[in-house]
């Protein structure tokens, strides 16, 4: 640390900070547009010019360094001068338009013209128009007259988001940013350019013209979607999410939300929201009661399981449900007597259930991504999946981290890989096997015998790739292995974790799981795990009654036809949800409204182990209810005992009781109670993979992603997320010579038949695929007829 | 090119020497018999260590000819020389202030002397891949550049083992594609990477990191010429040429109202008036008003404070404008200043990357300013903003564009405030248009001045 | 192919002025040879000189945009392109009255193409030969110097 004076103020500095990062870390704020902690250093806004004792001229504070008894002046009649004139400035071409300016009130502009500006206009030229221009359905470039060129969106598009979608074209007082050729940002963290435009320019398409700033209350929240749990704020309007924005934690999504973040809330106010129980009446659902539908479930569930006995129950949630909802469902199932409940709907291989020495979690904290000297990610969507962990490994490999992928796909992560390999799902193992064979080679190690390794199929190539991400391992001195959604939903999950196991041990290197969901951690805090059949059971050996909870069989299983063929015919399905899905008519009969997140208080626990509770930021819509109501509602309908809970709270109380908690305080947001014990990703000694199945030669594979904007029930509602690139409808992605081999050509329309359903769709050619797989999206209802996520499939033109 | 008798000239010495052969004065040979290329022998033969040489240069008081007057023994000195990577050495002849057209005819007529300062200077800083970075606008000295570079590649001079010494230097041309602002030297680096060429922060500074974030010098095309007549001669004999504190001769460009426009190569401190004598005195004899003496960011000056100056440094900056590149314009009785700072305002607006608000608004705002006084629709209190919008620009911008934008506007108002105002009440102007287009028509010239 | 071989191999020859890893460094030229083939820079043309340079297209067009000498509309390159210096120095020899007498003869104002496509008289600013004043370029390959009003037709005659 370092000395500096500050308008007289002593100020401790870390060497090496700039002068507006130190004021900052002393709490003094220096006037800025250009500038963001985050982003490198433009210094073109000229905002932040300050005096320094000895320098000819007025420096920039955003790129100046701190040096030994620095004497700084923010307040001087040279520093005050010049903040009027460049606030001059940038007011001469801006137009005056705050009061219909979606910025209108929290506008940087709007705040330091009036905290250092003139008060009066001496220009009497006329202001520059900016055409406006077209991104995308989230983020508008409509108002670009409104533009003071700090070119943060530019640096926001190449240095996080990862590739330059947006640029500042022309010179001088004729430039102006666009994209290229009017293509649009296609970003799956575009609506962070709305919080980094310091002024209205760039702002929320969804949320334009609904509301001004000083109406909103603003309530923090825990972003339900992915395995992160970023922190948010709920803006709230007459009792309705009107905007979310991100609330900082530099340990989790700093001042970032991926869009799905950002923008599903619109799914929160979709007509599909249920403001009434409905029970099936004469094979249709009605409205009704609460009450009526309450005692019509509970009887029902009673009889079905006094009549079949317990194992004809079975309960699935989803695991984006909280914390407090996973408990109170599990505990009703297992009160009843089923050891039939889940929450992992997407999983095939369960073969680690019973075999873990803990919970399995991303075995760091988010923040220690940042540390690694290598990182290896096997079978994810990266970017796609958790936008946010992208982010981190992005900026890992800018800093010269080593980060590889191992996956089913090669998309463009948009990350500056080591070494990047793309091997069919049933090769996956082999392929990470090979890895590990590579660098136990180059270290001089022999792998130990384990049943995960050896007996797997045919054994994998090394290749360059597998031997530079061997390689990037070596001599690394902290390291890290994670699993991708991917890799969990595979139906080589335990064989790949077995052997990912094995190589973090081997190498030293950390063993993760990123996480499927906002609650895969929680799932197994709250126990909602099988003592009988797991969640792709209890559709394959069908139940008499279903109770379901926030999740969407049709789109959120597996095995999507199976789940809706046991569904449609079983004897009783009770769906607690806010939603009324499309499917729900044809095998509901009593759906109980439930409030999501927004509506209702409960924590979630994220992929680093972290308790994150929230409140409710709006009432109940209609007459939905908390989730956690409705089970103990149930519970005590059914005669059970335990269900007499005065608030989510003490449920939470009760589930975290033997988990020890570290640093009970303040961690993580709003009531964050701490971290979970018992996160461990170890396997057991007597831990047996499933037997490998290799396909038929010349069967074609099935690669599955789950559409960010798909992947759960609130997000695929949200309207402007539909209208993005990334939800466009699936299609049969094939690599050019599989094209070929089938005799079909790009853009062709296909019928893809998987057991026991079909569907029609585009083929289209794809070379990050490898050969002989189809990439048929799950989670859409153009593909809820298929199979199973990873299966065989055939092909033929339609 | 025209040189003062009374000298011996340095940059332009036998170019037009009343050979048969003027044509091929710029070809290799000819530039080896008058003695071209014997420094960077002398250097090879007798081992003159880099540090040397560098010595040398601080001892000769050569100051950089691009404008800023950098001394450039010291500038070589902040290469590190110990950096383990490549260095970059780069020739700055992006020339296109408004008034400057020396590096041109350098290239045309002499390039061979810019080489060989390349080579000395690549050699002294321990740099093996140099660029020189050539003003779009002259496609014919670019061409001319690349074929000189050909000559000295086959005659060993550039490239590897030069004349057998182990050493080695690569040198390219880089072609800018029409930007001024290329001509700052952090703009151009970021020319040179394939980019907009956006002025850098500074620092840091380019000798700490420059192209491609490696430690590099960029020097002007008439500095390096003048490197090899410093090295073979000896610091003494270049400073002896100058007046004492002004070390060496210097390339005046005189353009604008004078008959016989061109370069000059007259020792520093040379009077104005025998400038101006040169270059054929003014056109058609008329009487002076003012001149801008260093390329128009500098601050013009009344005819009566030129004519009691001396071209060097510190003459013309003690009167409140600058020697810069030695770009002197000469505006003759015929001029209306308010259309020539309309003209300069123009070229500074347009010519502004865009970048950093005061420089990207304020070069417009004054131009806006300058035209609506200039077409007559000016307005009371418009000079007062128009001062104040020069002020503001001032010492706020990134680079000195918009210091140079700003100081032209000054210097006008501070000599001529009485012509802008009459154009504001009158809404028209002192010198009658058709009294300015004749004073703008070439007259038959006596002799050409360039190629 | 989006360019012919020859240009293809200008191209190679200019990125192997910069050191390895450093092809953006070749963007302008490379885009100069790209023009000088099509007449004018598309937007598919940015995309391909990208592809090649191993750049975003927002950067190539950002490239194109920033210096003058980059045609990026089919509309402003006529077949033969007139840049006319307007700085200062030539305007004090007579660039205001040349201006008037293209635009004259011409039909067209700066920044325009004649209807017959010919020619497009464009506005330029210094170009670092005031001693040559007034000048103009033709297709940023060859300088005009001295302009009169009198020469200009034969100008016009001999680029036209």
């Known amino acids: 640390m370092i000395s500096i004076e500050i308008d007289g103020r002593k100020v401790l500095a870390r060497e090496g900070a700039t002068l507006i990062d130190a004021a900052r870390d002393a709490g003094i704020s220096i006037p800025h547009f250009c500038y963001h902690k985050k982003l490198s250093v433009a210094a073109n806004c000229r905002m932040c010019l300050v005096e320094v004792e000895k320098m000819p001229k007025l420096v920039p504070a955003c790129a100046t360094r701190v040096a030994d008894g620095m004497k700084v002046f923010l307040h001087s009649e040279l520093v005050l001068g010049a903040q009027k004139a460049i606030l001059e400035f940038l007011l001469i071409n801006h137009p005056l338009d705050c009061p219909v300016c979606d910025q209108g009130g929290e506008c940087r502009l709007q705040d330091l013209s009036m905290r250092c500006g003139g008060t009066r206009s001496r220009t009497r030229e006329a202001k520059r128009v900016v055409s406006p221009k077209d991104i995308g359905p989230l983020v508008s470039m409509r108002e670009m007259s409104r533009c003071i060129h700090c070119t943060r969106c530019v640096r926001f598009c190449r240095e996080i988001a990862g590739l330059a979608e947006l640029g500042m074209i022309g010179r001088g007082g004729d430039s102006e940013i666009a994209g290229f050729a009017g293509r649009g940002v296609d970003s799956e963290l575009s609506g962070n350019l709305i919080d980094v435009c310091p002024v209205g320019a760039l702002t929320s398409k969804p949320f334009r013209f609904r509301a001004r700033a000083w109406e909103l209350s603003r309530r923090p929240s825990i972003s339900p979607h992915d395995s992160f749990g970023a922190n948010v704020a709920l803006d709230v309007k007459d009792d309705r999410v009107v905007r979310v924005v991100p609330r900082e934690n530099e340990e989790i999504n700093e001042c970032w939300l991926s869009d799905r973040d950002r923008f599903s809330y619109e799914g929160l106010n979709s007509p599909d929201r249920l403001k009434k129980p409905l029970i099936r009446i004469d094979g249709a659902l009605r409205e009704v009661e609460w009450n009526s539908a309450l005692d019509y479930a509970a009887h029902a569930i009673k009889s079905l399981v006094e009549t079949h006995g317990a194992d004809a129950l079975a309960s699935l949630a989803s695991p984006n449900s909280t914390l407090e909802e996973l408990y109170l469902l599990q505990k009703l199932t297992h009160a009843l007597g089923s050891g039939n409940v889940d929450f992992r709907p997407r999983r095939r291989d369960f073969s680690t259930d019973g075999h873990r020495s803990g919970i399995p979690w991303l075995g760091m904290r988010i923040a220690e991504v940042d540390e690694l000297d290598a990182a290896l990610v096997v079978g994810s969507f990266l970017r796609k999946d958790h936008p946010l962990f992208a982010l981190r490994l992005r900026r890992l490999a800018k800093r010269g981290g080593r980060v590889s992928v191992l996956s089913l796909a090669d998309d463009d992560a948009r990350i500056d890989f080591h070494a990047r390999l793309a091997a069919r799902p049933s090769e996956l193992p082999a392929a990470l096997e090979a890895i590990f064979r590579a660098f136990a080679r180059i270290v001089g190690e022999t792998p130990p015998e384990t049943r995960a390794l050896s007996d797997a199929t045919a054994p994998y190539p090394e290749t360059d790739a597998i031997r530079a991400i061997a390689e990037s391992f070596v001599g690394a001195k902290k390291s890290a292995i994670f699993l991708g959604a991917a890799a969990e939903h595979s139906p080589n999950a335990g064989r790949i974790h077995a052997i990912a196991g094995a190589f973090a041990r081997v190498s030293g290197a950390r063993l993760g799981f990123i996480g499927d969901a906002a609650n895969g951690v929680g799932g197994y805090v709250a126990g909602a795990l099988p003592t009988g059949l797991n969640a792709f059971e209890m559709f394959a050996r069908p139940r008499k009654v279903y109770l379901l909870h926030g999740v969407e069989p049709e789109l959120d299983c597996h095995n999507p036809a199976q789940a809706v063929f046991a569904l449609r015919h079983t004897e009783l399905v009770v769906v607690i949800t806010p939603f009324a899905g499309e499917a729900i008519p044809e095998y509901a009969d009593v759906v109980l409204p439930a409030a999501p997140f927004s509506e209702t208080s409960g924590s979630f626990v994220n992929t680093e182990g972290r308790v994150q509770t929230f409140e409710g930021a709006c009432r109940p819509l209609g007459s939905s209810r908390p989730a956690w109501k409705i089970f103990c509602a149930l519970g005590r309908l059914l005669g059970l005992p335990g269900f007499d809970y005065a608030s989510s709270a003490t449920v939470r109380d009760e589930i975290l009781a033997p988990h020890t908690l570290e640093g009970r305080e303040g961690v993580g947001g709003i009531g964050g109670i701490g971290w979970v014990e018992g996160l461990d990703n170890a396997l057991d000694e007597a831990f047996t993979p499933l037997e490998a199945k290799t396909p038929a030669a010349g069967a074609l594979e099935r690669v599955s992603d789950v559409p960010i904007h798909f992947s759960d029930a609130i997000v695929r509602r949200a309207s402007a997320l539909r209208e993005t690139k990334d939800a466009a409808p699936p299609e049969a992605r094939m690599h050019p010579k599989t094209l070929e081999d089938l005799k079909i050509s790009d853009g062709e329309r296909v019928r893809v038949r998987q057991a026991p359903g079909k569907a029609t769709l585009t083929a289209r050619i794809d070379a990050t695929l490898p050969e002989a797989c189809v990439r048929v999206a799950a989670a859409h209802p153009l593909t809820a007829a298929l199979g199973d996520m990873f299966g065989t499939l055939e092909v033929e033109r339609a | ?451 | 192919m989006m360019l012919a071989r020859e240009s293809l191999e200008k191209i190679d020859r200019e990125i192997a002025k910069y050191p390895e890893g450093r092809k953006q460094s070749a963007v302008m030229e490379a885009l100069a040879v790209a023009q000088d083939e099509k007449g004018f820079l598309s937007d598919e043309m940015i995309e391909f000189v990208a592809g090649l340079l191993g750049m975003a297209p927002i950067s190539v067009r950002e490239v194109v945009s920033f210096y003058a000498m980059y045609k990026h509309e089919a509309a402003s390159s006529g077949k033969t392109r007139l840049t006319l210096c307007r700085s200062l120095p030539c305007r004090l020899s007579g660039a205001d009255e040349i201006a008037e007498t293209l635009k004259e003869k011409l039909g067209i104002d700066f920044g325009e193409t004649t209807p017959d496509g010919r020619m497009t008289l464009v506005e330029g600013e210094c170009m670092g030969a005031c001693g040559d004043a007034p000048v103009a370029l033709i297709d940023d390959k060859r300088m005009c110097c001295r302009l009169t009003r009198e020469g200009v037709d034969a100008l016009l005659r001999e680029i036209g």
């Open chain 2, 1 to 451: 090119m025209a040189i003062l008798g009374a000298i011996d000239p340095i940059l332009t010495k036998d170019l037009d020497a009343g050979t048969s052969d003027v044509s091929d004065a710029w070809r290799c040979r000819a530039y080896v018999e008058r003695g071209g290329y014997s420094a960077l022998k002398k250097i090879i033969s007798e081992k003159i260590p880099p540090a040397r040489v560098i010595d040398e240069l601080k001892k000769s008081a050569l100051r950089g000819r691009g404008g800023a007057g950098f001394p450039t023994g010291l500038k070589w000195s902040f290469m590190p020389s110990d950096y383990d990577g490549d260095k970059y050495l780069i020739c700055n002849s992006d020339e296109g202030e408004p008034g400057s057209f020396k590096d041109r005819d350098l290239l045309l007529l002499n390039p061979h002397a810019v080489i060989e300062g390349m080579v000395i200077g690549a050699y002294a800083m321990g740099v093996k891949r140099a660029y020189n970075y050539i003003h779009g606008e002259i496609p014919e000295a670019c061409a001319r550049f690349l074929e000189a570079l050909d000559e000295a590649r086959a005659a060993g001079f550039v490239g590897n083992d030069i004349l057998g010494s182990g050493f080695c230097v690569e040198i390219f041309a880089h072609r800018g594609r029409g930007a001024y602002v290329c001509g700052e030297e952090t703009a151009m680096l970021e020319s040179l990477e394939g980019k907009k060429g956006q002025p850098r922060n500074k620092p840091p500074f380019p000798a700490a990191s420059g192209l491609y974030g490696a430690p590099t010098t960029i020097n002007n095309t008439e500095t390096f010429a003048a490197v090899p007549f410093v090295v073979s001669m000896g610091a003494d004999a270049y400073l002896a040429a100058g007046t004492p504190g002004n070390g060496g001769t210097k390339l005046f460009s005189v353009s604008g109202h004078v008959e016989r426009p061109g370069n000059y190569e007259v020792p520093l401190g040379t009077p104005f008036g025998a400038l101006l004598e040169l270059a054929g005195g003014v056109r058609a004899s008329r009487a002076l008003k003012a001149c801008i003496p260093g390329g128009t960011s500098a601050a013009v000056l009344p005819a009566e404070v030129m004519m009691n100056l001396t071209m060097d440094y510190d003459s013309i900056s003690r009167a409140g404008s600058m020697l810069g590149s030695g770009a002197v314009i000469v505006l003759d009785e015929t001029t209306c200043m308010v259309g020539a700072l309309e003209a300069i305002t123009y070229f500074y607006q347009r010519e502004s990357c865009g970048q950093c608000s005061p420089c990207r608004e304020g070069t417009r705002w004054m131009h806006r300013i300058v035209r609506r006084i200039e077409n007559g629709e000016g307005r009371s209190g418009d000079l007062e903003t128009l001062e104040d919008v020069a002020r503001n620009i001032s010492g706020r911008s990134i680079c000195a564009l918009g210091d140079a934008a700003s100081a032209a506007v000054q210097g006008f108002l501070k000599h001529f405030r009485g012509e802008f105002a009459h154009h504001i009440e009158r809404g028209q102007c002192l010198v009658p248009r058709e009294v300015q287009r004749e004073g703008c028509r070439l007259r038959e010239r006596s002799s050409k001045a360039t190629s």
